[in-house]
């Protein structure tokens, strides 16, 4: 398909030019109707999945998970741990996957370059543009990020500015995606919308779009601060959002839940959203990362007793 | 990299103990049918014989409305209350029985395990709490101040949803204090043979529920014996049409709920995605072995290339398969009889100048099946645009302008159901008032619930059922 919703590659671009023709084109996008989607969300839960699968799924997930600790708290040493565990998740089995990333305040990115050495291959993610309200101006935004980048994080996840998106700022929203985006350089942008502020469906899927016509990499569902999160609905519209980005503009862009994901069960079914509506070229860390803390020890859990047929318990991972 | 793949899942067979042998449930026992006489249901999915089942010849029929009859005086005059005791209890039997119906359904229909354990189990024990809540509130159904049963109610029903089917039909009927003689259809009269143990567990008085199994001429004997005073049918317009005659001229009192070419309508501003999924599950829910089924898709003109690319893109994920297990989305055609016509009407669609595509799947080498087919390029004169196919078929039409599309929906001799997709409630409003359809869904399709009623216009039938209005079908008002 070239054209997709009556959209053509060349639209884009045009849509960007003035806040009146991206509130046009943010508002020509189809609705999303929520009892169906919810509906679809919920049948797609009840797929079940072959053992040799599960077995393969799990070790993928550890694989893209960014492994998280974002608390007020945070000190070097509780990052080098977060580091260590990202590292080796299981210390009794050495053929456990590292996590894709892990993921920090700005000012803990030196402890982590620290902690991982030189030439690791998990990615430094830096929450950053005064996360997780987003309530700075512009220039201080920036700043967060490029603190963050020239002290080596890999992965820059900014927050939009909910505040103007909801009270219809949505060019201001770009712009400021736009310029986090160069003050990246390199580095990785994944966008996180916070849809349990955005509440509707619709305003999700115009966020999603958003977030994509400035620049991100991936876009990301929430902080993990606000309640709900990542819910399998939400997933699923944002996951719609990348496949019709594809369709347009042949450019595959990454997608994160993050938030209230705690078992190797929800992981799973979050493995099938995207195997069914955007397809299984997204299956890989390179397009599709899990923001999650206990998320991992689950996961663990989980791949022991295949490992050995039997559940071990909550003292046979180790908490940090 | 990792590639997904879904387990086979399958249900487990070991709750559902069949007998090698069924007789005929009357007056409250299991009879051999007078001539001895009978036929094998078999799993459509493998061919495989389930279990024998009793042919019953017009004596039978003779010998179950007497005994209707017997039982009717003393379950007519029983308190409202107390025929509600007996509601209640059945639904709650088939509520802890559920997953026993669930896998016999599957097993004798062809059904996905996963449509028979969510949609019709379920909803058959919610019909029987439904009207186990109306036996002692007759007085209030708006039919005056005492409304009486009919007597005995001769039910016919189809092989698309047995079990739910049945609970139509016997939970008002009962509910009102009539009693029945029910004939399933001839080839998935199992879960009506296991709700009949259902019946004895419950302790219902005997006569107050009878099941005749067999072919046409036993639903003919049903419909045509003199003491039946009801005739309650579902199934195809052709059928129906001999009943009215049939009936015609006798006091019998008669609901007909028959065939269906619902037409689901998406307008260019629809919820795209759930527009696709409302489609998806209009027609090959149940193998499009369905009544109210969107058997006819009317899009938008404006969005109609890209809405039928999105459809085939969805209809590639469709799982066909195995119906016991729990990850299939499409089971297998009930018959060969109806996989013949569906490949009859498929054929003539092609042959008339429509494009056929059908989803990329491998189907099993035995049992009926029909890959999910879609028709673009269908004009209203095409057979597959006029007659009901009942299976999973969908005919592609478009349309300029919301009246254009209401001519085109309505334009056919049906009017059971439709849909309606737009993200505009005044225009599903108006599209609500000018559908000749019985039943409109609004952003979304194939919906029931007890207190809705669903019934057709034009040849898709009369009558109501569901509700309040189903419950009066089985009532005479006051008339003094």
Known sequence: MTVVLGISNSDLAAATGSDAALRRFLFGLPGVDQVGAEARAAALATRSIKAATKRDLIDLAIRMIDLTTLEGADTPGKVSALCAKAQHPDPTDHTAPHTAAVCVYGDMVPHAVRALGPDSPISIAAVATAFPSGRASLDVKLLDVHDAVVNGAHEIDMVIDRGAFLSGRYLQVLEEVRAVKEACGTAHLKVILETGELQTYDNVRRASWLAMLGGADFIKTSTGKVQPAATAPVVLVMLEAVRDWFDVTGHHIGMKPAGGLRTAKDAMRMLVLVAETVGEDWLTPDLFRIGASSLLNDLLLQRQRMRDGAYSGPNYVTLD | ?480
């Not at chain 2, 390029?377 to 597959?384: K, L, N, P």
């Not at chain 2, 216009?457 to 008339?479: F, N």
Request: aromatic letters at 8%.
């Open chain 2, 1 to 480: 990299m990792a590639r997904i793949e879904y387990a086979p899942a399958p249900e487990s067979r070991s709750v559902v103990h069949l007998r090698p042998s069924y007789g005929l449930f009357i007056d409250g026992e299991f009879v051999e049918p007078t001539l001895g006489e009978h036929y094998t249901s078999v799993n459509p999915a493998d061919e495989t014989a389930l279990a024998e089942v009793s042919e019953g010849s017009a004596a039978d029929v003779d010998l179950a409305v007497r005994a209707a009859r017997r039982a009717f005086t003393r379950w007519s005059r029983m308190p409202g209350a107390e025929r509600a005791k007996y509601l209640y209890r059945i639904a709650r039997i088939l509520q802890e029985r559920a997953r026993e119906f669930a896998v016999l359904e599957t097993l004798d229909n062809g059904k996905p395990i996963k449509e028979s354990r969510d949609t019709d189990i379920p909803l058959a024990a919610a019909w029987f709490f439904h009207y186990a809540g109306w036996a002692d509130k007759l007085e209030y159904a708006g039919l005056g101040p005492d409304p009486r049963p009919l007597g005995v109610a001769g039910q016919v029903i189809p092989w698309n949803f047995p079990m739910l089917m049945l609970a139509w039909k016997v939970a008002p009927a009962l509910a009102g204090g009539n009693t029945v003689v029910l004939k399933p259809a001839q080839t998935t009269p199992l879960t009506a043979l296991l709700f009949a143990e259902v019946c004895q567990q419950a302790d219902l008085p005997a006569g107050v529920v009878n099941i005749v199994t067999g072919h046409n001429d036993t639903g003919a004997a049903v419909v045509a014996h003199k003491g039946v005073d009801k005739i309650a049918f579902t199934g195809s317009t052709a059928v129906g049409r001999r009943i009215a005659e049939a009936v015609a001229g006798t006091h019998k009192r008669v609901t007909l709920e028959l065939g269906g070419k619902g037409a689901n309508i998406v307008f260019a501003d629809a919820a795209i995605d759930q527009a696709v999924e409302g489609v998806v599950h209009g027609i090959y829910f149940n193998q499009g072995h369905v009544c109210c089924a969107g058997s006819r898709l009317l899009v938008q003109e404006s969005i109609a290339e890209e809405f039928v690319a999105r459809l085939k893109r969805r209809m590639g994920t469709l799982r066909v398969g195995d119906p016991l297990d729990k990850n299939t989305d499409v089971g297998a055609i009930n018959s060969s009889m109806q996989l013949a016509r569906i490949s009859e009407l498929a054929d003539s669609g092609v042959a008339e100048g429509a494009t056929m595509w059908q989803a990329d799947c491998a189907l099993p080498s035995r049992g009926f099946w029909f890959a999910p087919t879609l028709f673009t390029d269908v004009a209203q004169s095409h057979r597959i645009a006029r007659e009901e196919i009942f299976g999973p078929v969908l005919s592609t039409l478009t349309f300029r302008t919301p009246s254009e599309a209401i001519e085109k929906a309505n334009n056919t001799q049906y009017g059971l159901a439709a849909g309606i997709w737009t993200e505009k409630g005044s225009l599903i409003l108006k599209m609500a008032n000018e559908l000749r359809a019985g039943v409109v869904w609004a952003n979304t399709y194939n919906k029931f619930d007890p207190a809705s009623p669903f019934g057709g216009y034009k040849e898709s039938g009369y009558g109501r059922e569901g509700g309040r209005q189903g419950l009066a079908a089985y009532l005479e008002g006051d008339r003094a």
